[in-house]
């Protein structure tokens, strides 16, 4: 049996399997009421849904694994391990999406669980310690370990994001992994090409259960096995060596469920939610809510995985990685431009940029309050120039100001402020400046506060800035004047 021949049987393995497990898993989750019900708000199915679809894919993929070993496709142990890792792995985050599915797990024990679900696949070898782009090479080390983590967590997640209508996530899983079987098969990966095969295969046959409208749904426990094993594919399918990954290829290919989390992201931080609040505004739903009927919004996120794809192995067959870049760059533009997605994310970015453009030029305009009229601070009495520094120190919001001006350990002014509207209280931060050397006293200024939101690097060099400047004034004008001591707690 030819290679070509043991990839057929093992993808009509995986699809038979698929189609039969998804049905008796849709029958068990309907038993135990493992439902997905609508709520009028996100979820706008008619019906209650069963869950568990994951369980499904899982478990056919592991059919199709145990098919292709049988195979001829000369890669030795290389396929063993691969497979028995990515079964344990997908195996593991598929009890913990079960888990999810029927209790609701919280976000942060979930992520911590994803985490640890991840470790060892690490630990087992599968990292990377090196990365080519555009033919640049980046060395880890180490740090290739949290580095392979961080993107193993991503791809989970992103697809957990992306999953939120009939059919997307599994459409997307099929366009993914096919295309990173076809990256390694070129690049003599084959073996990364069997595990692409069986997934594709699994996820074919329960997109027959899943397509609009759906009779059973991913659930957790498919999405994140999805994400899993395509991260553990992306990894596997452009190794150049043993630890060496051209990182174009997958990054091009996870374009769509990586630029949906990405405006996720800008999303809720721009709107003052927390990143694990859930919401309508993923990209299936601006394209639902623009009235396309869902098999068109599988059709255009489908040519949108199919365009980068194509891109990503294209790029690797010409050894030409700026083109895959390209490609997505345009289709990510093209996308925001004729308002299909992205748009509303790009208003809230240049809203944000505005704002903080204001605020950067409100607080210029307020130092050049403060430090244009310095001929103004000259011609001011030592009193006089007390004054205005409490004035000058308002948006500190300060608790307590100390002055102590001393020529030849003689102190010749002292003067301490107490604010009346801090309450009495341990300061949080404080902050001193010494005049300098070049004065004929010393002069040292102290500043504190109780508010420790009061200081962020901008306002605190302002502050020093302040403080430098009238400690100078004070160290040169002072010997002139009578040596006193005061407190006013006005």
């Not at 040292?444 to 420790?452: H, M």
């Amino acid at each position: 049996m030819t290679a070509v021949h043991s990839l057929l049987v093992t993808f009509v393995a995986a699809f038979g399997a698929s189609l039969a497990f998804t049905a008796i898993v849709k029958s068990l989750a309907t038993l135990l009421g493992i439902l997905d019900r609508p709520d009028g708000q996100r979820k706008l199915h008619d019906r209650p849904v069963p869950l568990w679809g994951g369980v499904g894919v899982y478990l056919a993929m592991l059919v199709g694994l145990v098919v292709a070993r049988g195979g001829r496709f000369g890669v030795g142990p290389s396929l063993d391990e691969l497979a028995w890792v990515v079964a344990a792995a997908a195996g593991v985050v598929c009890v913990i999406g079960c888990i999810d599915d029927a209790f609701r797990l919280g976000p942060r024990v979930k992520l911590l669980l994803q985490t640890l679900s991840v470790l060892p696949v690490v630990l087992a070898g599968y990292s990377v310690e090196q990365i080519i782009v555009l033919g640049w090479t980046i060395e880890f080390g180490w740090l290739g370990i949290p580095v392979t983590v961080l993107w193993l967590v991503g791809c989970i997640n992103a697809l957990n994001l992306l999953d939120g209508m009939d059919g997307l996530a599994s459409l997307v899983g099929i366009f993914t992994a096919a295309t990173m079987g076809v990256i390694a098969t070129y690049l003599g990966n084959s073996y990364v090409a069997v595990v692409a095969v069986a997934l594709a295969a699994a996820l074919a046959g329960f997109f027959a259960h899943n397509r609009p409208p759906a009779s059973i749904f991913l659930g957790d426990s498919g999405s994140m096995v999805i994400g899993m094993v395509v991260g553990i594919l992306g990894i596997q399918s452009t190794l150049k060596t043993s630890a060496t990954l051209s990182i174009t290829a997958p990054l091009v290919v996870m374009t769509l469920p990586a630029f949906d989390t990405v405006l996720a992201v800008i999303r809720r931080r721009l709107t003052g939610r927390p990143f694990d609040a859930a919401d309508r505004q993923h990209i299936h739903h601006r394209l639902l809510d623009r009235g396309m009927a869902p098999w068109w919004v599988l059709a255009v996120l489908g040519a949108f995985c199919l365009a980068t794809g194509v891109a990503a192995t294209v790029a690797t067959i010409l050894r030409l990685e700026i083109l895959a870049w390209c490609t997505a760059g345009v289709v990510i533009v093209a996308a925001v431009r004729f308002r299909l997605f992205g748009h509303y994310e790009l208003i809230l970015l240049v809203d944000a940029a505005a704002r903080l453009l204001a605020s950067l030029a409100a607080r210029l305009s307020a130092q050049d309050a403060v430090f244009g009229p310095g001929r103004r601070l000259q011609r001011l009495a030592p009193a006089e120039a007390w004054v205005l520094l409490i004035e000058q120190l308002r948006p500190w919001n300060p608790c307590q100001l100390q002055l102590q001006v001393a020529e030849a350990d003689e102190i010749r002014w002292q003067k301490v402020w107490v604010s009346p509207r801090v309450p009495a209280r341990r300061p949080t931060w404080w902050v001193g400046v010494t005049s300098g050397p070049a004065a004929p006293s010393v002069c040292q200024l102290r500043v504190e506060g109780a508010d420790p939101w009061a200081l962020d690097p901008l306002s605190a060099f302002r502050l020093v800035r302040l403080l430098q400047l009238f400690a100078d004034h004070f160290a040169t004008q002072v010997p002139a004047a009578r040596p006193e001591t005061q407190r006013r707690a006005a």
